[in-house]
């Protein structure tokens, strides 16, 4: 048995140092251009087609030095590699064009595995994205398998392509009681919860008056994640502030009833 391997263990040991310096060059040119290009994205801070432009650029940078440690590796091991440097250069950069260019008009899904989307009806995360379906994971555990031609024909709201969600809270009080007060209680309690964010601020209005209500709606900003929470907690807040308030009571929906005689 050991006799069978002294072979291979011979080949690995004579080409030992070029396997190791092969992969040296390939993650250590890996993590130089992550950096670098952290350090760009962050000093530019490119929108739209420029930071196109600065990935495909470094994506190309990324491929080149693969295809130079490819072509050095070949180099080592005995094949005749001349000329073929600058052809594999020009096949890179052609890739890079077609790469830019034509991507933004393939057809392509507004999500990506571990968006938070609602398509059809459905809410939850997307799972895995495949040429026939969409598997989406809802909030009460079920996994839903969706047809792509369905999703490219439905209405799709993505709530993670936006950093931040908004919060709203639909109020009724009754309308006699101190909307200003109610209005100002609202705010407060909205400013005051540290999942809140600053910027843009939290507002109220006044929707409507009628049947005895009075209609309030208030906004605030949180994070994606922070929503079901903010937004439950809230509730709560106002229902409690509300309750303790001489002036201020939620109002309960009221139906009457009339009988009427006939002679």
Known sequence: MLEQLQPIISKLTEYGGLIVSGLLVMFGGMIAIFILYRIVTKLIRPNGTY???IK???GAVYAMILVLTILLAAEKLGFDTSGLAGVAILLVLIAAVIVFFLIPFLPRLPFVPGDMVDVRGTMGIVEAITAYQTVIRTFDGHIVFIPSPMIMASPIINYSLHPNRRVQL???INATDDIIRAKTLTLDLMK??????DDPAPSAFVTGIADGKTTLVAYCWVANADWFGTRDALFA??????????HIALAIPKREITQSTRN
């Open 192 to 197: 005051a919860h540290e999942n809140v964010l």
């Open 56 to 58: 495909v650029a470094f």
């Open 170 to 172: 639909d109020l009724e």
């Open 51 to 53: 930071s196109r432009v």
């Open 237 to 246: 807040q106002v229902a409690q502030a509300f309750s303790q308030e001489q």
